[in-house]
């Protein structure tokens, strides 16, 4: 049945959505890659207790746990802590350990304008230093080390993997621990688990379910999700090496029921954009409204030569280069203003490509009606969409839409 | 001990990641508002096994627990049967809910041009009409029902909520499913629970670490969890009502050692600097290009008058106004780059604070130094900071910066 691993993601902070986590999936994937499988991904609190029972949890179905977190300084930080307990392995100060974090605090206090109080650094520490007897120590990538705490002689148990919380850490440290003999004796026996992604544009749920129950048995060996969001559609099929013919057989079936909306076999819209730009050797400029800056956000880098924020009428004019007499004519969000906002894009940043987007930013939940422009030198497409609720759901639903708009008009065009 | 709740986020596409819940955090925040403790949350792939054992984990501690996603009509949605399963409950079709949910399912698929396939339709349709004997359905806000499930009579267990995936259908059905009779029973007992939050500038968690010793014993029956994260140090506590004189005293003991430092007694950066502008009666404008639109975006609404991303010489010529001459001489990153970028973005929109961030967006990992620039009526503020790491880090990391400083030029001007 392969091997497993289940992830426990700490802090508080985490649980109450104050940080989103980004540690969980980015590890999911990291050992999907390794040919393991992630069944759960266990989110608590900085409370002993329930890390405890989330250990537990996980260590029963599983031939390895990773926690995230929970490695710091103060009191509430208390993961090596627990996962020694669990794993039954008394924790000793490593004085080498302590004398190598003290030197990366000293280099990182000078930032804040030296040490405020050094008896107060010095205890926290050696907090950081007390590691589990036959444990293996991950370096610091920040100031606090991972461990790899395998479970008491005498014992049954997974090995615990325990890294930092700081997503940037977490990910310079982990080819490190997976690297440990420890983790590499319980990945032998991983085999390859490949995964494939269909992306649909515009296709309701319902529909795509007649094509997977059409081919039903003729998919035997994939384990096929499907997710909707945003207008796309997204099927995401894993499976052993054994199962690729089935795997084909359920492209064809896609490509067959939904040649038009079948719109790539794998990247993501923002990637084939970006390629399709890159290809065209076309730059691209955006004036947009509602989305305040979030779609040059998203295509900044590569061909982006520049974006206009301009929610207002004067910025619409005198930078976007909209009239004021069409303004005042037809209000501030008309498809005509869409289209010479993509226009006004294109000239102030001399781009191949303009993109212009109406509406308002920040809009407070009543509905609104967004209009989309793109112009390349050869055509120009429009769209125009009805969104309701609060600014970042505004941009989740803009988003997808003006990136659509621009690949279709790149894929004509040029 | 009060009341207490775990929540289970179903879906392969956020244990993969593709997707970042929002939900899990979300309920728990609503969870914390009606005194409710969540402990726990589990994230699990659209298999039977794992959401079965993450019910039963869920279970066994719990007096509620409630589950996101899983209810869409592809076979992979399997949420309601499970839990159904796990609450000893058989299901029958409820036909009136079938009536309702294919109503909504005909004017959602004529946006799409018409059902395809009517028969497949009705399929889905019927699937998510099965409801658990005894249970409390939950009206649609997309087109899948939320249920309230009993257990089964004669066994013990928590009721479980099921809940769809989207968000916007999540919290528009949640205040109904806590209304119900079932969920209000199991309210009866809670307590209330409160949250406040302290917001430091600068200051290292360790530092921090020396000010909750000291004040130990007096701080009993608050609950303090500490997160460090883009230079902002964040301390939460939560307590009863009872342990208001404790938080009282942990205010006072953080004003007294970080008079500085010490920003917010609860709002967000983002939020103390647009009180901040719209007291002043001051308009912002902002020309930046390592953040590529972001802080752009982060700032839409309220006073923001425009913005502009100009990554690109030309650009930050004809736009931002920067003298070619100065780029020849001290390159696209400068201090006095990005002062002129702030005053740019003040003349190009006509607004009263200016702000200029400069570096290179999208960058692909090799540290930058990234230039910042606040130009108010009065004064001008500026920073530089080095950033390493992917385009998302670095908007990480500038964010707050740029904020802060905002914030601080704010204090001083006006």
Same mark, same amino acid.
């Given at each position: 049945m392969g091997v497993s691993a289940g992830i426990v993601v700490t802090g508080t902070e985490v649980l109450t959505g104050r940080v989103s986590d980004r540690n969980g999936p980015w590890l999911a994937e990291q050992l999907r890659l390794l040919g393991v499988d992630v069944g759960q991904i266990v989110v608590v609190g900085d409370r002993p207790d329930d890390l405890r029972t989330a250990l537990q949890f996980l260590a029963s179905g599983n031939d390895l746990v990773i926690t995230s977190g929970g @490695?710091? +300084?103060?009191? %509430? %930080?208390l993961t090596a802590e627990i996962v020694a307990q669990v794993q039954g392995r008394p924790v000793r100060l490593d004085q080498e350990l302590e004398q190598r974090i003290t030197a990366i605090v000293e280099v990182l206090s000078a930032r804040f304008g030296g040490l405020r109080d050094p008896e107060s650094t010095a205890i926290a520490t050696r907090k950081q230093a007390m590691v589990p007897e036959g444990a293996s120590v991950i370096e610091p990538a920040g100031t606090a080390p991972g461990l790899v705490v395998p479970v008491a002689p005498g014992r049954a148990g997974p090995p615990v993997i325990v890294l930092p919380g700081p997503p940037w850490e977490l990910q310079q440290m982990w080819p490190v621990a997976a690297a440990t003999a420890q983790v590499q004796s319980v990945l032998v026996g991983a085999p390859e688990l490949r995964q494939h992604t269909l992306r649909l544009w515009a296709v309701p749920e319902s529909e795509l379910a007649a094509t997977l129950r059409r081919s039903d048995g003729g998919l035997d060996g994939l384990e096929i999700t499907t997710c909707q969001r945003g207008g796309e559609l997204e099927i995401v099929s894993r499976y052993a090496p054994e199962a690729e013919v089935a795997q084909q057989r359920l492209v064809s079936a896609v490509q067959e029921d939904f040649p038009e909306q079948l719109? !790539?076999?794998? +990247? !993501?819209i923002d990637e084939l954009v970006a390629a399709a730009l890159r290809e065209r050797h076309w730059t691209v400029a955006v004036a947009e409204v509602a989305t305040g800056g979030a779609l040059s956000a998203r295509l900044?880098?590569?061909? @982006?030569l520049g974006g206009l924020v301009v929610p207002t009428e004067s910025a619409l004019t005198? @930078?976007?280069?909209?009239p004021a007499e069409l303004i005042a004519a !037809?209000? +501030?969000? !008309?498809p005509e203003v869409a289209r010479l906002m993509a226009e006004g894009a294109r000239t102030a940043f001399g781009a191949d490509v303009g993109l212009g987007v109406t509406g308002i930013a920040d809009l407070p939940g009543s509905p609104s009606t967004v209009h989309l422009s793109v112009v390349t030198p050869d055509r120009a497409l429009a769209r125009s969409l009805v969104v309701a609720g609060p600014a970042g759901i505004m941009r989740d639903r803009v988003g997808p839409v003006a990136l659509h708009l621009l690949r279709q008009a790149l894929a004509g065009s040029g």
């Amino acid at each position: 049945m392969g091997v497993s691993a289940g992830i426990v993601v700490t802090g508080t902070e985490v649980l109450t959505g104050r940080v989103s986590d980004r540690n969980g999936p980015w590890l999911a994937e990291q050992l999907r890659l390794l040919g393991v499988d992630v069944g759960q991904i266990v989110v608590v609190g900085d409370r002993p207790d329930d890390l405890r029972t989330a250990l537990q949890f996980l260590a029963s179905g599983n031939d390895l746990v990773i926690t995230s977190g929970g @490695l710091g +300084p103060t009191a %509430d %930080d208390l993961t090596a802590e627990i996962v020694a307990q669990v794993q039954g392995r008394p924790v000793r100060l490593d004085q080498e350990l302590e004398q190598r974090i003290t030197a990366i605090v000293e280099v990182l206090s000078a930032r804040f304008g030296g040490l405020r109080d050094p008896e107060s650094t010095a205890i926290a520490t050696r907090k950081q230093a007390m590691v589990p007897e036959g444990a293996s120590v991950i370096e610091p990538a920040g100031t606090a080390p991972g461990l790899v705490v395998p479970v008491a002689p005498g014992r049954a148990g997974p090995p615990v993997i325990v890294l930092p919380g700081p997503p940037w850490e977490l990910q310079q440290m982990w080819p490190v621990a997976a690297a440990t003999a420890q983790v590499q004796s319980v990945l032998v026996g991983a085999p390859e688990l490949r995964q494939h992604t269909l992306r649909l544009w515009a296709v309701p749920e319902s529909e795509l379910a007649a094509t997977l129950r059409r081919s039903d048995g003729g998919l035997d060996g994939l384990e096929i999700t499907t997710c909707q969001r945003g207008g796309e559609l997204e099927i995401v099929s894993r499976y052993a090496p054994e199962a690729e013919v089935a795997q084909q057989r359920l492209v064809s079936a896609v490509q067959e029921d939904f040649p038009e909306q079948l719109f !790539s076999l794998g +990247p !993501s819209i923002d990637e084939l954009v970006a390629a399709a730009l890159r290809e065209r050797h076309w730059t691209v400029a955006v004036a947009e409204v509602a989305t305040g800056g979030a779609l040059s956000a998203r295509l900044a880098g590569g061909q @982006l030569l520049g974006g206009l924020v301009v929610p207002t009428e004067s910025a619409l004019t005198t @930078l976007a280069g909209v009239p004021a007499e069409l303004i005042a004519a !037809s209000g +501030p969000m !008309s498809p005509e203003v869409a289209r010479l906002m993509a226009e006004g894009a294109r000239t102030a940043f001399g781009a191949d490509v303009g993109l212009g987007v109406t509406g308002i930013a920040d809009l407070p939940g009543s509905p609104s009606t967004v209009h989309l422009s793109v112009v390349t030198p050869d055509r120009a497409l429009a769209r125009s969409l009805v969104v309701a609720g609060p600014a970042g759901i505004m941009r989740d639903r803009v988003g997808p839409v003006a990136l659509h708009l621009l690949r279709q008009a790149l894929a004509g065009s040029g």
